[in-house]
């Protein structure tokens, strides 16, 4: 058959089926999840893979199970638990959507796209995935593993644009089912396909429920039409603010300038030094340039990650 449009009713079909028997068993997709468990799942979710994300996610459950629990702690709380997760700005976003919607939506998560779009750091994606998952409203929901199938399946592309395109959600809104229902699993089951099936850099073709459709696979799966471009870490701003954080995470209280810009001799310090001895240990095993460091610290500080006073560095009260 040729692939297009017109199959989309069976694409619906055993794209849906398929997910029905494969899906990973996650606990922000169980019946007895809340709308705040889901919406922490995505922030968390954003550029960080599953296997990262369930640990810190379950514990973050546990501690905050709602958004008045997260918003009554201090910000620099929320740092901390985020742990490595990456990204960390994400925490702050976090712990601010849950203040918001402690004080305009009663403690609970809103249930419409446009009122999760007037939280903090809720933007389109987030916005739609939280209504349709929490709340089973029939939304466009288009990631990156959704845009990776849509795009091999119907537009025979090996990946999908560099960055989301107003074709691509055309394209995905005329795909979503009509029925309610049905739209929810459909955005569950394609996102599903992606991540497990139809990946990146070594897709499963073979055990695809889809392949005899694919406009990809009809073509013969030709290369992409531009190389992706992977983010450098070894020596990168990134993992020296990384390597600040983690040490400001140790700590039970500010640190010193000195001791994030170093180097210190750690051997003169006691086994319970604050902040953790082994977290310094990994910050000054980068040996990284003075400069460096300094723009680490100050970009912290600009992004409100961290805080300084009399007695130096530390997440924010």
């Not at 049905?182 to 394609?190: E, G, K, P, T, Y």
Request: aromatic letters at 6%; one cysteine or more.
């Amino acid at each position: 058959m040729e692939p297009g449009l017109q199959t989309v009713p069976q694409l619906h079909t055993e794209i849906i089926s398929w997910f029905t028997a494969n899906a990973r068993d996650l606990p922000w997709r169980r019946r007895e999840c809340t709308p705040w468990g889901v919406f922490v799942s995505e922030i968390m979710l954003q550029q960080t893979p599953v296997v990262r994300v369930l640990p810190v996610w379950e514990q973050w459950m546990q501690r905050w199970p709602t958004p008045a629990a997260l918003a009554a702690e201090a910000s620099g709380e929320a740092v901390r638990a985020w742990g490595r997760l990456g990204y960390p700005r994400r925490a702050l976003r976090l712990h601010a959507a849950a203040a918001a919607m402690t004080e305009h939506f009663g403690g609970a998560v809103p249930d419409t796209h446009a009122e999760l779009l007037t939280l903090p750091g809720v933007g389109n994606y987030t916005a739609a995935a939280v209504a349709a998952f929490a709340f089973g409203r029939r939304e466009a929901v288009v990631d990156t593993n959704i845009r990776r199938v849509h795009a091999r399946a119907l537009t025979g592309k090996a990946l999908p644009s560099p960055a989301l395109t107003a074709a691509e959600m055309r394209l995905a809104v005329e795909l979503l089912p009509a029925d309610e229902t049905a739209s929810v699993a459909w955005n569950a089951s394609v996102m599903e396909l992606g991540a497990l099936v139809c990946t990146a850099r070594s897709p499963k073709c073979g055990v695809c429920p889809v392949r005899r459709h694919c406009a990809w696979v009809a073509a013969g799966q030709p290369a992409p039409d531009y190389v992706p471009k992977g983010q450098a870490w070894a020596g990168t701003d990134r993992q020296v603010r990384g390597a600040v954080m983690a040490v400001l995470r140790s700590a039970r209280g500010p640190v010193l300038r000195s001791l994030l810009l170093g180097p210190v001799d750690l051997t003169a310090a006691g086994a319970d030094a604050d902040p953790d001895l082994a977290a310094l240990a990994k910050l000054h095993a980068l040996q990284a340039p003075a400069a460096q460091l300094e723009r680490a610290v100050a970009g912290l500080l600009a992004d409100k990650l961290a805080e300084e006073n009399d007695g130096g560095l530390q997440l924010p009260a």
